[in-house]
């Protein structure tokens, strides 16, 4: 790993860390996560926000400014709206995405839940989305939460993946493991 790349998981850490136990002490962990939902919808809606986090050219006030007036349009917890205020007073909104990402996972360990990135050809029903569900759950043994997203070029079937493990039962990786196979005999 890089050194900025670790410096920016250390600060997103230590950031996720502070606001996570306040929202612990209070009992707002659901509005935590709700804020973390909110945050993550808007980050990938809107490239004016994404250019705000990241680019250098805004000042610490533009950014403090930006941040607050965006806290409040969207409802977020006092900690969420103070802690976005101080990263911005201190240039550290680059981290957002990772911040969102460990405040996502010390939430889900929290209430014993873990997430399952879920890709699949076409949208899954209510049915089988519970059905994936309850195989993951007893896979794991633990509650588990849907990331999903559709991926037409799969073909058919799903590619799940939760932790380190991937299960790809893809038509595509399928398809290309044959071809290999193929290309080896011939």
């Given at each position: 790993m890089s050194e900025s790349a670790?410096?920016?998981?250390?600060?997103?850490?230590?950031?996720?860390?502070?606001?996570?136990?306040?929202?612990?002490?209070?009992?707002?962990?659901?509005?935590?996560?709700?804020?973390v939902d909110t945050l993550e919808a808007a980050i990938a809606e809107s490239s004016d926000l994404r250019d705000l986090i990241r680019s250098p050219i805004y000042t610490r006030e533009q950014q403090s400014g930006a941040v607050a007036a965006?806290?409040?349009?969207?409802?977020?917890?006092?900690?969420?709206?103070?802690?976005?205020?101080?990263?911005?007073s201190k240039?550290?909104?680059?981290?957002?995405?990772?911040?969102?990402?460990?405040?996502?996972?010390?939430?889900?360990?929290?209430?014993?839940?873990?997430?399952?990135?879920v890709q699949s050809a076409q949208a899954l029903s209510k049915d089988q989305q519970s059905a994936l569900a309850e195989t993951l759950k007893a896979s794991v043994g633990k509650d588990v939460k849907m990331k999903l997203s559709v991926d037409e070029s799969l073909i058919g079937g799903l590619i799940v993946k939760v932790g380190s493990k991937m299960i790809d039962t893809s038509i595509r990786s399928k398809l290309a493991a044959l071809q290999n196979t193929m290309k080896e005999v011939g």
């Open positions: 670790s410096n920016s998981t250390g600060i997103a850490g230590r950031y996720a860390t502070a606001i996570f136990e306040l929202a612990k002490e209070s009992g707002d962990l659901d509005a935590l996560e709700r804020d965006l806290a409040a349009k969207m409802g977020l917890t006092g900690t969420m709206a103070n802690a976005l205020k101080l990263m911005a240039r550290r909104l680059f981290v957002m995405n990772q911040l969102l990402t460990v405040l996502r996972s010390r939430i889900a360990d929290e209430k014993g839940e873990v997430t399952a990135e």
